[in-house]
T-cell receptor
Framework: AQKITQTQPGMFVQEKEAVTLDCTYD???????LFWYKQPSSGEMIFLIY??????QNATEGRYSLNFQKARKSANLVISASQLGDSAMYFC?????????????FGKGTMLLVSP | DAEITQSPRHKITETGRQVTLACHQT?????MFWYRQDLGHGLRLIHY???????NKGEVSDGYSVSRSNTEDLPLTLESAASSQTSVYFC???????????FGEGSWLTVV
């Protein structure tokens, strides 16, 4: 069974500062993918970034980067230079690529609030 | 542009009624999913399908059913709605070639 743990129910950060949202995972499958989604107050799920378990480098997408530490089974999201529009719920998710290939397992989420 | 749409976006229904939430995608994806989102639980998988006529139960499938008669649609049916099924429902789809799953905008269902 796969499991995603997000231990921070809420995080506060000031505008223009960097913030790290924690995510740890558990799986016995050697081939998997890790995702981060953003859910603003309007409710839609917005895909942010993806990291494959065999990817050699940490994923980056603009101001988002994924700090992937395979041995520690962690996949933290780093948002640089926070903006007010980054205030949202953030979900970490995982997909095993060999068994039950396509289903995503989600963590419970972290609410990020960015203050001026 | 390809998209995934859900309807209705908001619905209030009574306990015991049958309710169907529609999901339609134009990505031509083989894989489609239904999740429910509840405070403190994140998103939990209800049912999923890997192709036409294929359906599978997820983590919280009791009280729900799906059918897949074509590639584009995966309707979710609540056979006899219960107050515990008040939730936000998300449909999603993906292609095995891409490591991205696309979500619909969600359907807010209230069972009174």
């Amino acid at each position: 069974a796969q499991k995603i743990t997000q231990t921070q129910p809420g995080m506060f950060v000031q505008e223009k500062e960097a913030v790290t949202l924690d995510c740890t995972y558990d799986t016995s499958d050697p081939s998997y993918g890790l995702f981060w989604y953003k859910q603003p107050s309007s409710g839609e799920m917005i895909f942010l970034i993806y990291q494959g378990s065999y990817d050699q480098q940490n994923a980056t997408e603009g101001r988002y980067s994924l700090n992937f530490q395979k041995a520690r089974k962690s996949a933290n999201l780093v948002i640089s230079a926070s903006q007010l529009g980054d205030s949202a719920m953030y979900f970490c998710a995982m997909r095993n690529l060999n068994s039950g290939y396509s289903t995503l397992t989600f963590g419970k989420g972290t609410m990020l609030l960015v203050s001026p | 542009d390809a998209e995934i749409t859900q309807s209705p976006r908001h619905k209030i229904t009574e306990t015991g009624r049958q309710v169907t939430l529609a999901c339609h995608q134009t990505w031509n994806h083989n894989n489609m999913f239904w999740y429910r989102q509840d405070l403190g639980h994140g998103l939990r998988l209800i049912h999923y399908s890997y192709g036409v006529h294929d359906t599978n139960k997820g983590e919280v499938s009791d009280g729900y059913s799906v059918s897949r008669s074509n590639t584009e649609d995966l309707p979710l049916t609540l056979e006899s709605a219960a107050s515990s099924q008040t939730s936000v429902y998300f449909c999603a789809s993906s292609d095995n070639r891409r490591n991205t799953i696309y979500f619909g905008e969600g359907s807010w269902l209230t069972v009174v």
